[in-house]
């Protein structure tokens, strides 16, 4: 069985990496749980996401970075007719 452990993010730099390493990877292991930490940044302006992957999570954009780029997208689009 796989789970994904989700820690929503801004600007936490500094406690970020504390966080993911604190998850006991170890144990779910032993129960034989493949496991993934995922740290979805919304927005950061600090280095929250670099922080993060060096502890060993995948970062993802939060909802409002996502919405920025897919607005930024149509628009690009839209010039381009």
């Known amino acids: 069985m796989k789970i994904s452990i989700v820690i929503p ?3 936490e730099e500094g ?3 504390k966080t993911v390493r604190t ?37 993802v954009l939060g ?4 919405m920025v780029m897919l607005i930024s997208r149509v628009s690009v689009k839209q010039l381009e007719i």
């Not at 496991?35 to 992957?53: L, P, R």
């Not at 909802?63 to 996502?66: A, N, P, R, S």
């Open 63 to 66: 909802l409002k970075e996502v």
């Open 23 to 59: 998850v006991p990877l170890d144990k779910l292991h032993e129960h034989g749980l493949e496991t993934e930490i995922i740290v979805v940044d919304n927005a950061s302006t600090d280095n929250t996401a670099k922080e993060a992957e060096e502890a060993g999570a995948r970062v």
């Open 15 to 17: 406690i970020v990496g």
């Open 9 to 11: 993010a801004l600007n």
